[in-house]
């Protein structure tokens, strides 16, 4: 069971510089995320996708696009990247508690870690 | 919008002695609560949830939270902490959008030292 994955796990860039965090998810779930991780700040969202073909914004958007390709698909893109956006991000997948068999929880990605230079 | 506040940043603890990590939430409605537990360089491993029902909820590794809705809180207790357990441990509510998307706030997380 492969869960969630992204790729790469590790990555360093420099200033302005372009870049793209893959995930994919094998539980069929409709709503997937993206945080960001920081010392002291705990997870915070980017951006997520409630089901395929929609996005929005999370609470730290700025800096950031993303892409839900398909049902499986999230990514996230980096345009320029700033040393602000050195962090850990994690991409994770939920089926909510509404629908049958959703039990709330989201299930994480083991991360990228990014250092922007 | 909902909110969680973890009180304590870095708890130290004795290998053998109970633990109690204390979790305050912010939210209207009946809350969806989880407890996560990070080891270093690792994702994050659901330790237990809340939804509804019995207050006192068991989770993996030994763990229990217990919800009270009149103090607004979801701690986790252990009864006797193991080495194994030193990790940082994050708090999380989740909620419904207005437009029906569903969404996990989650606290700045309590780090875990054990003392052997």
């Known amino acids: 069971n492969a869960g969630v994955t992204q790729t790469p796990k590790f990555q360093v860039l420099k200033t302005g510089q372009s870049m793209t965090l893959q995930c994919a998810q094998d539980?069929?779930?409709?709503?997937m995320y993206w945080y960001r991780q920081d010392p002291g700040m705990g997870l915070r969202l980017i951006y997520y996708?409630?089901?395929?073909?929609?996005?929005d914004k999370g609470e730290v958007p700025n800096g950031y696009n993303v892409s839900r390709l398909n049902k499986r698909e999230f990514s996230l893109r980096l345009e320029s990247a700033a040393p602000s956006q050195t962090s850990v991000y994690f991409c994770?997948?939920?089926?909510?508690?509404?629908?049958?068999?959703?039990?709330?929880?989201?299930?994480f990605g083991e991360g990228s870690r990014l250092t922007v230079l | 919008a909902q909110s969680v506040t973890q009180p304590d940043i870095h708890i130290t603890v004795s290998e053998g002695a109970s633990l109690e990590l204390r979790c305050n939430y912010s939210?209207?409605?009946?809350?969806?609560l989880f407890w996560y537990v990070q080891s270093p360089g690792q994702g994050l491993q659901l330790l237990l949830k809340?939804?509804?029902?019995?207050?006192l909820v068991q989770g993996i590794k030994g763990f229990e939270a217990e919800f009270k809705r009149s103090q607004s809180s979801f701690n986790l207790r252990k009864p006797s902490v193991h080495w194994s357990d030193a990790a940082e441990y994050f708090c999380?509510?989740?909620?419904?959008?207005?437009?029906?998307?569903?969404?996990?706030?989650f606290g700045k997380g309590t780090k875990l030292s054990v003392i052997p």
């Open positions: 999380a509510v989740g909620a419904y959008s207005g437009a029906g998307s569903y969404q996990l706030t």
């Open positions: 996708s409630a089901s395929e073909g929609t996005t």
């Open positions: 809340y939804f509804s029902g019995d207050t």
């Open positions: 994770a997948s939920s089926e909510g508690v509404k629908l049958a068999g959703g039990t709330g929880e989201l299930f």
């Open positions: 939210y209207g409605a009946t809350p969806y």
């Open positions: 539980m069929n779930h409709n709503s």
